[in-house]
């Protein structure tokens, strides 16, 4: 292909080029889950029963997850997240043709992911990480001791799933959605959060997470029929209607007893 010649130029209206540019993709509309396995419970130390294990605990419907799971709190705390660019690690070869150097792809590189959280009054997402850090490289010996060693856990008891899904406004009526996988995921990197006397802001939990490589899957279409999240409307008179049922309920339930043998035996 060559460069565009005069008549190529694009010169149309731009009513015309309407349905290209009028729809863009906005930043506001995205969803991050963990997908944690059972070996959360054990950075949680969801089974210790020192106290309460509903309210201090991070257990699943407990007071400080609000009634609900670690998964679906930390999904609604999350503010900011990154879409994932990728790379190639590349080397350079002199000599095949000559006078000419070319580059070749060596290595694909992942870049770190980033994820931002508002930290809640029960500091969730801060005890998430901290323990699951905290885990990854635990104390052996007690935190006060002089002479304390840590030592690894083993990848396979912290590395965790994640999944990020990007859609659109319009997703309820057929908007197709770009999803990213991202296998074995660990934190490497807990930013620190400055608190001041100053004007009051939100506390944000900022995260720099690793992973061994992402899966995307590009145009998905979910199956599942969305439930509305408005009530069907009622009639005016759709207490009357409710009345006059239950009034032909009662004449049946009451014409059926009597019909019944076992009602009123004596009656030949």
């Not at 993709?25 to 963990?34: C, K, M």
């Not at 580059?103 to 009054?121: E, G, I, Q």
């Not at 009526?173 to 930013?191: A, R, W």
Request: glycine share 2%; hydrophobic share 35%.
């Amino acid at each position: 292909m060559s460069f565009p010649t005069r008549s190529q130029i694009f010169k149309d209206p731009v009513w015309k080029i309407k349905e290209v540019l009028a729809k863009p993709s906005l930043d506001t509309f995205y969803q991050v889950d963990f997908s944690f396995s059972s070996n959360v419970d054990r950075w949680l130390n969801v089974e210790s029963t020192a106290y309460d294990s509903q309210t201090t605990n991070l257990v699943s419907g407990s007071k400080r997850l609000s009634g609900s799971t670690v998964k679906r709190k930390m999904m609604l705390l999350c503010s900011e997240a990154e879409i994932p660019g990728t790379s190639f690690q590349t080397t350079d070869t002199v000599g095949h043709h000559q006078g000419i150097t070319e580059v070749f792809p060596t290595y694909r590189d992942f870049p770190p992911l980033n994820l931002s959280f508002y930290l809640d009054s029960e500091h969730v997402a801060l005890e998430l990480f901290e323990s699951w850090m905290q885990y990854i490289n635990p104390v052996q010996t007690p935190d006060k001791q002089k002479n304390a060693y840590s030592r690894f856990a083993y990848p396979e008891t912290y590395k965790e799933r994640l999944h990020l899904t990007k859609y659109e406004r319009d997703f309820k009526t057929g908007s197709k959605m770009s999803q990213y996988e991202f296998v074995n995921v660990f934190p490497t990197n807990l930013t620190s959060m400055r608190v001041n006397y100053g004007s009051s802001a939100v506390v944000k939990v900022s995260v720099q997470l690793a992973y061994d490589r992402f899966f995307t899957k590009f145009s998905v279409i979910d199956t599942n029929e969305m439930v509305s999240g408005t009530p069907r409307k009622r009639s005016k008179n759709w207490w009357n209607k409710s009345e006059n049922y239950l009034k032909k309920m009662m004449i049946n339930t009451n014409a059926q007893k009597v019909m019944d043998p076992k009602f009123m035996p004596f009656i030949k």
